[in-house]
């Protein structure tokens, strides 16, 4: 499913299943807990609204966990392009000097001029050889275009 435009697009494995999971099991517990308020009497005075709120919360919490399936990394002519859990940030390759998975991180990053980086939320250790293969291809990727803007 890679856009014409992109050479690489990467997206986490599992995580995905987590945060789908998770989100799903949030959202039912507040909305049974809700559902549930009014039930038995406890000392204190439920309302409708209450039951509302509290299943709301559980839908705003789920969506917040749902972020975790956002992140994504591309690769094409005009740069590397990142999402992560909140921004999306697209990098010249004029900006780029590699890409680096350094041990014991948990994700891959982008790394820039001065010893700055870009977190690379897409290539997670977790995916363990899924993680080694999106690295060999975006790597191949990044050291052709690299070796293209020099050339010019």
């Not at 001029?113 to 363990?128: C, H, N, R, S, T």
Request: proline share 5%.
């Amino acid at each position: 499913m890679t856009d014409s435009r992109w050479d690489v697009e990467v997206r986490p494995h599992l995580t995905p299943y987590f945060a789908y999971g998770a989100a799903a099991l949030i959202l039912v517990a507040h909305v049974v807990v809700g559902a549930l308020l009014k039930i038995s009497s406890t000392g204190v005075y439920f309302r409708t609204a209450d039951q509302v709120a509290i299943a709301l919360l559980g839908a705003v919490i789920a969506g917040v966990v749902c972020l975790f399936a956002r992140p994504r990394l591309r690769a094409g002519p005009a740069g590397v392009a990142v999402r992560n859990l909140l921004g999306y940030r697209l990098i010249p390759w004029d900006q780029v000097v590699g890409v680096s998975f350094p041990t014991g991180a948990r994700w891959a990053r982008i790394d820039l001029p001065d010893d700055e980086y870009v977190p690379v939320m897409a290539i997670q250790a977790v995916d363990k050889g899924r993680a080694v293969d999106s690295m060999d291809r975006v790597r191949a990727v990044v050291q052709r275009h690299l070796r293209d803007a020099a050339a010019r």
